[in-house]
């Protein structure tokens, strides 16, 4: 079965650059969720949207802004990178909103390196 | 935001069922129990889901309460593979679309 895809899987960036990563949610999906999940902590809510308007907002760093397009996939775009910003990042996708039992569905996320 | 609280360890031998036990006392009435496993460096696989009494698939059993206010994890015959981090995490209904991780239970199956 189709899988939610993130790209690229390996970034490494200097610090101050910008850096963008790549969601490709389950077909048929609607929903699409970003976290962050730093060495040896649990993952952070980041921000969700729901076709295609932004949904909801969690932890999210001003420098960081995210977009979901027509075609449901989704992209976090974050600038100014910091060294703190080194990082798992999770695509996650759901169908509808994520009530009433739907399951939402997890990439394999995107390792992000700040140097 | 239903909280969730679940044990931070434990510990179990291959072939044992492990039971783990998650508790989320404010939980609301629309809201669904959903676990997830991860292991390092790759992202969370849901195992299962489940609202109210009992909910098994080919993994895992699922038993809630009729209060609600906790939940049980059981893995039947656990393996080596199993060692891993298990999430226990409320689905929240309220119109909000995210899952809120808190910290997860550190599974360790030993030979």
């Known amino acids: 079965a189709a899988g939610v895809i993130q790209s690229p899987r390996h970034l490494i960036k200097e610090k101050r650059e910008t850096a963008t990563l790549k969601c490709y949610p389950i077909?048929?999906?609607?929903?699409v969720y970003w976290y962050q999940q730093g060495p040896g902590q649990d993952p952070q809510f980041l921000i969700s949207?729901?076709?295609?308007?932004?949904?909801d907002k969690g932890s999210i760093p001003d420098r960081f802004s995210a977009q979901q397009f027509s075609d449901y996939h989704s992209e976090l775009n974050m600038s100014s990178l910091e060294l703190g910003d080194s990082a798992l990042y999770f695509c996650?996708?759901?169908?509808?909103?994520?009530?009433?039992?739907?399951?939402?569905?997890f990439g394999e996320g995107s390792w992000l390196t700040v140097v | 935001l239903a909280k969730t609280t679940q044990p931070i360890s434990m510990d179990s031998y291959e072939g044992q069922e492990v039971n783990i036990t998650c508790s989320h006392n404010?939980?609301?009435?629309?809201?669904?129990i959903t676990w997830y496993q991860q292991f390092p460096s790759q992202g969370p696989r849901f195992i299962i889901q489940?609202?109210?009494t009992k909910v098994t698939n080919e993994v895992a059993s699922l038993f809630i309460p009729a209060d609600r206010k906790s939940s049980t994890l059981s893995l039947p015959r656990v393996s080596l593979s199993d060692t891993a981090v298990y999430y226990c995490?409320?689905?929240?209904?309220?119109?909000?679309?995210?899952?809120?991780f808190g910290a997860g239970t550190r599974l360790a199956v030993h030979p």
């Open positions: 995490l409320v689905l929240d209904s309220g119109g909000y679309n995210k899952l809120i």
């Open positions: 404010n939980i609301a009435t629309n809201d669904y």
């Open positions: 996650a996708s759901s169908f509808r909103e994520a009530f009433s039992g739907n399951t939402i569905y």
């Open positions: 949207f729901y076709e295609k308007m932004q949904s």
């Open positions: 489940g609202y109210k």
């Open positions: 077909p048929r999906h609607d929903t």
